[in-house]
């Protein structure tokens, strides 16, 4: 089945830029969702559809997708934005919904 | 407001079964597919099953295809994860999601705060 590969790890100081990357085989053919996860509780969406930022997500948040790599890229880092972030797909190959495994962002 | 409430989670031996249900409220439960996800200690992500809006395609993932079954009541807005044969692997905190669309694709929009299972003798 389809596999969705992100760094384990991210660090960034507070006020630059963060860059989470999501790998698959021609991800930009598919659509991409990511969720932030903070310690204790549920995954909240923050992007959806490679670049749409639902109701609540901060501006700072956005997202692309093309070739084999899509992006979350969090502007101007608070220290609340450390988690957990995970990208998913919906793999029609399959009949699955796809999740990366995750990466740890510190702020 | 949407609100999702697992329940049914729990410690069970090795081998034994577990029913997980999930309580839905805030929007009209037939009209949207829902999912199971799970979540191992200090792993990522995984989804295990899902289930259309009627209730009648689901889909599992490799690992539990056989040994999970998905379904629903729309009647009551419940969702319900029936897990049989359980093993240490299986511990993890599971999930209910609601998905995007009626049928299979998309994203989740909405989570429940997830219900810990625990296989152990």
């Known amino acids: 089945s389809y596999v969705l590969t992100q760094p384990p790890s991210v660090s960034v100081a507070p006020g630059e830029t963060a860059r989470i990357t999501c790998g698959g085989n021609?991800?930009?053919?598919?659509?991409v969702h990511w969720y932030q996860q903070k310690p204790g509780q549920a995954p909240v969406l923050v992007i959806s559809?490679?670049?749409a930022r639902p109701s609540g997500s901060p501006e700072r948040f956005s997202g692309s997708n093309s070739g084999n790599t899509a992006t979350l890229t969090i502007s101007r880092v608070e220290a609340g934005d450390e988690a957990d972030y995970y990208c998913?797909?919906?793999?029609?190959?399959?009949?699955?919904?796809?999740f990366g495994g995750g990466t740890k962002l510190t702020v | 407001e949407v609100q999702l409430l697992e329940s049914g989670g729990g410690l069970v031996q090795p081998g034994g079964p577990l029913r997980l249900s999930c309580a839905a409220s805030?929007?009209?439960?037939?009209?949207?597919?829902m999912s199971w996800v799970r979540q191992a200690p200090g792993k990522g992500l995984e989804w295990v099953s899902g289930i259309s809006g009627s209730g009648g395609d689901t889909y599992y993932a490799d690992s539990v295809r056989g040994q999970f079954t998905i379904s629903r009541d729309n009647s009551r807005s419940t969702l319900y994860l029936q897990m049989n044969s359980l093993r240490a692997e299986d511990t993890a905190v599971y999930y209910c999601?609601?998905?995007?669309?009626?049928?299979?694709?998309?994203?989740?929009?909405?989570w429940g705060q997830g219900t810990q299972v625990t296989v152990s003798s």
């Open positions: 998913q797909v919906w793999d029609s190959s399959s009949v699955h919904w796809v």
């Open positions: 999601a609601k998905g995007e669309y009626s049928s299979a694709s998309g994203y989740f929009d909405y």
């Open positions: 021609n991800i930009g053919r598919k659509i």
């Open positions: 559809d490679d670049s």
């Open positions: 805030g929007f009209t439960f037939s009209s949207y597919v």
